[in-house]
């Protein structure tokens, strides 16, 4: 065997030629023997079993029959002519019909002897029929290599009139396999094969492409996708480990005075479990020496900004500033007003940092920020601008982080001698194995309880066509001295049609709710900030009862009065956008309610996604439901992880064994840091293959 036969371009290879090794290069980024080998199969057709014509039925899917052709003719019909024929076995007939190659078979094609059909049958005129099935004299069939599981590779069916089709590849591959005769490397330890009872590489690989049973095949799957996983896991943690060598912190040791006041004094509740867990896991990792980089998850509403205000004040207490950094204006105003409210009567300095703080207000803040008199300061982008210097920011707080790109957080860490401890906070959950996997590069917290005393929200779906009974509802809750939040999509794409409905929408309920009775207050994206704020602040005090808005309101806005949140065009948003809006409300004590309202036009995906929102008020559930509707490409960090590459695992589908590779490498890297120990060195090389390559599957063979 050539060692280096792998990295054979497979234009070498017997009957490629270069048009086909173009198509192949284009179309599947194979050139390489290597690359063939790994370009795994999509799917299996099962070949394993036979059917008996009387067993037929008109779902079936591909078939194969053992049977024999006992009559061929050729039909004229003016499209052109087929060829018929009749296909037996003991218990029925059916026919088989080919319009292309019609000549090669007549001379071909042999009567009363035993064949092997495999296809897909249609009932058609009464009986089943089968086009162009594949098929081969039984006796060639029981010498040949049996196919059990036929591989279907991807793309094939797109590129078959370039010549590119599931059997040119399998030939490709077993000229290959004799090639290499076996000798393919293993890539990982003698242990891990033998703990969880891996097939060895070469076993795999082959099983992968020619399956010899069923059982055989799961087992290549597995090993293959374990090995995928776990070599991203292993970079994942590693390179969390290395961070925590490298990246020296502020150690924040003293817990003082502000933070006890604040705890014993002025907390304006009893802190639940989750929030005091999640504080003391915070307070570990501050007083560490290196710096912090934590995920807060927590679902709407569970308090996270309490978690985040003691956080501040473990920094103040050890001399240093702090920010919170919001993705929007609205947040931003909403955070700096809850947040002075908190503090007051004590002697923190707090400031707001909008992009609508005039230049002359400004000024003083910068200068403050700079001699160390401010605290805390709260803001937007605004906060990343050059002019805004820490005399020593000891922690920065970003609320929200899908909006605020990782690019974005490393601009704060170089407004410093040293980096500031990192708190991300986001309320859109994602699934907890995903979160592990994603953010190698963060620690995960997740308060995963709600305040007491909250009622679960109650919600409902109603078509457009029920609005009045809406609106009877809605002005029964406004008897009460509830307060009511209407939202209405706002798509970039049609933004002017989404503004339309928006303005159409305010105009028929300030019909149905006219002044002075009801007041209304409208919000959207298009208008000045100010006037956003002027809106937003007459709901706020209660002065207005009904909130007509678009998604601006989506993130983190607390109005606890505010007890129904009405989702006009439900179906056009995504899940974790409604489960955002509805967050809105079940702020307080009282009942609330989600009302979705769609058109009866609706897609089996949007259903489920109303279906999902009517079942359950858990961020985390409806998370998954949404992973696996969207796939993982929507949810962000995944394209910068590495795991949308996956070759051959799924990490919706391959949950456990993405537990299961976490799982051993943790232990691997502990019981070997370095991966010195000789059983490792497999693993070592491999994983500095990895690190060279950044693509797992260019070195794995
Ligand atoms: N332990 C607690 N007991 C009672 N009420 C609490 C507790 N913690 C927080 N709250 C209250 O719950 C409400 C929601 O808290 P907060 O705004 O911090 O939620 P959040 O996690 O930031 O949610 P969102 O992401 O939706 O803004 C607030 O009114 C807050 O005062």
Not at 73 to 89: C, H, I, P, Y
Not at 260 to 279: C, H, M, W
Not at 610 to 638: C, Q, W, Y
Request: charge should be positive; hydrophobic fraction near 40%; include cysteine.
């Amino acid at each position: 065997m050539n060692a280096n036969y792998l990295q054979t371009p497979v234009v070498y290879l017997k009957g490629v030629g270069p048009n086909r090794a173009e198509t192949l290069k284009s179309e599947l980024g194979i050139e390489t023997c290597q690359d063939l080998l790994n370009l795994f199969p999509n799917r299996y057709i099962d070949k394993t079993q036979y059917y008996k014509i009387s067993q037929l039925q008109r779902s079936s899917a591909d078939v194969q029959i053992i049977g024999k052709v006992v009559h061929l003719k050729t039909v004229e019909q003016k499209k052109g002519s087929r060829l018929v024929a009749r296909f037996k076995d003991d218990t029925g007939e059916i026919e088989l019909v080919w319009f292309r190659g019609q000549k090669w078979l007549r001379e071909n094609l042999k009567l009363n002897i035993p064949y092997v059909i495999f296809g897909k049958c249609n009932w058609y005129n009464g009986t089943f029929s089968m086009p162009h099935p594949e098929m081969e004299p039984l006796s060639a069939h029981e010498q040949g290599t049996k196919v059990y599981m036929q591989p279907v590779y991807p793309s094939t069916e797109k590129l078959s009139n370039k010549g590119v089709t599931n059997k040119v590849i399998s030939k490709m591959l077993q000229q290959l396999f004799i090639e290499m005769n076996g000798k393919f490397s293993e890539s990982l330890s003698d242990k891990l094969l033998h703990e969880l009872k891996l097939l060895p590489k070469p076993a795999a690989l082959f099983n992968i492409h020619f399956p010899k049973s069923q059982e055989l095949l799961a087992k290549a799957q597995f090993r293959l996708k374990f090995e995928e996983l776990f070599y991203i896991q292993l970079q994942l943690i590693g390179k969390n480990v290395s961070r925590k060598k490298k990246i020296k912190g502020f150690p924040f040791n003293e817990v003082g005075d502000y933070f006890k006041d604040f705890y014993s004094n002025k907390l304006p509740f009893e802190l639940t479990g989750a929030q005091k867990r999640v504080i003391k896991e915070i307070r570990a990792d501050l007083g560490s020496n290196a710096q912090m980089n934590r995920l807060l998850q927590g679902d709407v509403g569970s308090g996270k900004t309490i978690v985040a205000v003691m956080t501040m004040l473990l920094a103040i207490d050890n001399g240093f500033q702090a920010c919170l950094m919001a993705p929007t204006e609205i947040l931003a105003n909403q955070h700096y007003q809850g947040i002075s409210e908190l503090l007051e009567g004590t002697e923190i300095t707090c400031a707001l940092l909008t992009g609508s703080v005039k230049k002359s207000a400004r000024k003083p803040i910068h200068e403050q920020l700079e001699n160390g008199e401010l605290n805390i300061l709260i803001g937007t982008h605004a906060l990343l601008e050059d002019k805004v210097k820490y005399k020593n920011l000891g922690i920065a707080i970003i609320d929200e982080q899908h909006r605020f790109g990782v690019a974005q957080r490393s601009k704060l860490w170089h407004k410093n001698e040293f980096p500031p401890h990192i708190l991300v906070m986001t309320a859109t959950p994602i699934p907890r194995t995903l979160a592990m996997s994603l953010y190698g590069d963060l620690d995960i917290s997740v308060i995963d309880e709600l305040p007491p005393g909250r009622k679960p929200i109650k919600t409902v779906h109603r078509y457009d066509a029920n609005r009045l009974k809406v609106f009877r509802f809605i002005r029964d809750e406004i008897e009460k001295g509830r307060q009511i939040y209407v939202v209405y999509p706002l798509i970039q794409e049609s933004e002017a049609m989404d503004y339309k409905d928006l303005m159409d929408g305010y105009e028929s309920i300030a019909r149905d709710f006219p002044q002075p009775k009801y007041q209304i207050s409208i919000v959207h994206g298009q208008m000045k900030p100010a006037d956003k704020e002027y809106e937003m602040n007459r709901f706020v005090r209660g002065e207005t009862q009904i909130m007509v808005a678009t998604t601006v309101i989506e993130v983190g806005v607390n109005v606890p009065n505010a007890s129904v949140m009405i989702i006009e065009s439900a179906e056009r948003f995504g899940l974790s956008q409604l489960h955002q809006l509805r967050g809105r409300v079940g702020r307080g004590a009282d009942q609330s309610f989600c009302i979705l309202m769609t058109s009866h036009k609706l897609s089996a995906e949007a259903k489920t996604r109303l279906e999902t929102m009517v079942a359950t008020n858990d961020g985390f559930e409806i998370a998954e439901v949404d992973l696996k509707l969207r796939g993982p490409g929507d949810i962000m960090g995944t394209q910068q992880s590495g795991l949308l590459n996956l070759k051959i695992a799924d990490i919706v589908k391959d949950n456990d064994i993405l537990k299961s590779a976490r799982y051993y490498a943790l232990q691997l890297l502990k019981e070997d840091p370095s991966l010195s120990k000789p059983e490792n060195l497999i693993i070592r090389h491999m994983y500095a293959q990895l690190v060279k390559h950044k693509n797992i599957w260019t070195y794995i063979s």
